[in-house]
């Protein structure tokens, strides 16, 4: 199952999970690209990476948090 993430900055983002490896895919929603992986510590990192979301600002750093959650939580309820 994929889920798509909707960011401040207007890029729409795909998360979904490999269950028989626990780990977490994200790329643009409209990119064709290599998706980025990784495990779930990290996915806020991917997603503010994917989203243009700058770490170092406060705000855009908890709106990354927030994504990740969001995702995490709704994946694991699938």
Known sequence: MKVTLAAST???IEVWREEEEDLFHAQRAVD????QTCVAVD?????AEVAELDLDDPMESAEAVSLARQALRRLHAA
Do not use: N, R, T
């Open 43 to 47: 996915l806020f990192e991917v997603i």
């Open 32 to 35: 064709a690209a290599e998706p």
């Open 10 to 12: 207007g890029v729409k």
